[in-house]
């Protein structure tokens, strides 16, 4: 259990350390998630013990952001006169492009497995 | 009285105080939307941040005393992004099969995002210093913060608009792509992580494992794609 919870420490600071020193546009756990995606397609399988605890990690993903969300108490301020155009511009865009994204999925897989379908 | 302030001076500067309230605040928002039939308006993370900061405001509390006890979950946010390769990993063959089709799909939503924002925001007269926060608002936050500072504007605008931008999409995403029919799991995947990176991510992973593979990949390629379009764009148009 605490070696695959090292080798996942190490993936992050690996990917920390590339992203300082090349100066990628990529935030370092991103470039950790990439490694340890290499580590399994090496080792051609998941370990047990590092599904148990990269489970527990990713079954409370939202809790994470908790912390951060609450900064934004900081930056009201921020937000300013232009408030209302910074909403709507927020709500339509967010909107638009989760339409636009899964429309286009959508249609380049067309006629390919259905078997995904399902109702949320 | 005086007992009862020396015991609130201890504890407020212990991280336990504002760490146990984190959780506990997380836990109420868990059981409303449970008992809401997960109704996704109402989002676990929009309830206990509304919580937590009414709390703060109400106590007089700094977000820094805060944050010196939340940071051990912030903390986890690096390790847990790591992990992400394993749904993807599991994924793996369904990505390979239709790789050309997730690239062009990421990429027309990733131009989507940026150019609606804008285009939006400069209709409604947004100022220059608003239009660079919210143009990278649905990548992951320290890119966006990254790819605003590269533009001159002002990052901790650009880490709100993210926030909100990640919550909108995790509570609106699921309706819209019911009206609109959307049901294919990769594609309501794709759709979360392009818009809304790790919170549309992490909801997607609650539902189903397949959308959530497919919310991580799209959250990386996002900020590949707007770290390298934006700054291109923004040339174009200014």
Not at chain 1, 75 to 85: N, Q, T, V
Not at chain 2, 115 to 135: R, V
Not at chain 2, 144 to 167: D, F, K, N, R, W
Not at chain 2, 178 to 185: G, P, S, T
Request: aromatic share 8%.
């Amino acid at each position: 259990m605490l070696n695959y919870l090292t080798l996942i420490f190490s993936c992050q600071l690996a990917g920390e350390l590339a992203r300082v020193t090349l100066d990628l546009p990529i935030p370092g756990p991103v470039l950790g998630m990439v490694l340890l995606f290499f580590f399994l397609v090496f080792k051609g399988g998941i370990p047990e013990q590092l599904s148990a605890v990269t489970g527990g990690l990713l079954n409370h993903l939202s809790l994470l952001f908790v912390p951060a969300g609450v900064g934004i108490m900081l930056h009201f301020k921020l937000l300013g006169s232009d408030w209302i155009a910074i909403s709507i511009a927020l709500v339509a865009s967010t909107v638009l492009t989760i339409i636009v994204t899964a429309a286009m999925m959508t249609y380049l897989t067309r006629g390919s497995s259905a078997s995904d379908q399902t109702e949320e | 009285m005086d007992d009862l302030r020396d015991v609130w001076v201890y504890l407020s500067a212990s991280p336990l105080l504002h760490l146990t309230l984190t959780l506990v605040a997380f836990q109420a928002g868990n059981w409303i939307y449970d008992r809401t039939d997960r109704n996704p308006l109402c989002n676990p993370v929009l309830i206990a941040v509304l919580t937590i900061v009414g709390i703060l405001l109400i106590t007089g509390t700094p977000y820094q005393d805060y944050f010196d006890g939340a940071q051990f979950v912030h903390f986890l946010l690096g390790p847990a992004t790591v992990s992400l390769a394993i749904p993807l990993y599991r994924q793996f063959d369904k990505v390979r099969r239709s790789a050309f089709a997730i690239l062009a799909s990421i990429i027309t939503g990733s131009i989507t995002a940026m150019a609606a924002a804008l285009g939006i925001g400069y209709a409604l007269g947004a100022s220059k210093d608003t239009l660079i926060a919210l143009a990278p608002k649905s990548v992951t936050a320290p890119v966006a913060m990254g790819i605003t500072e590269q533009l001159g504007g002002l990052p901790s605008l650009t880490a709100v608009l993210v926030i909100l931008t990640g919550i909108t999409g995790a509570m609106l995403g699921p309706i819209v792509l019911n009206i609109f029919r959307l049901k294919n799991w990769q594609a309501r995947g794709l759709a979360l992580g392009t818009a809304s990176h790790g919170i549309g991510t992490a909801r997607a992973l609650q539902v189903n494992e397949v959308a959530g593979a497919f919310s991580g990949l799209a959250m990386g390629l996002n900020a590949l794609a707007t770290a390298i379009l934006l700054p291109i764009l923004w040339q174009l148009i200014f």
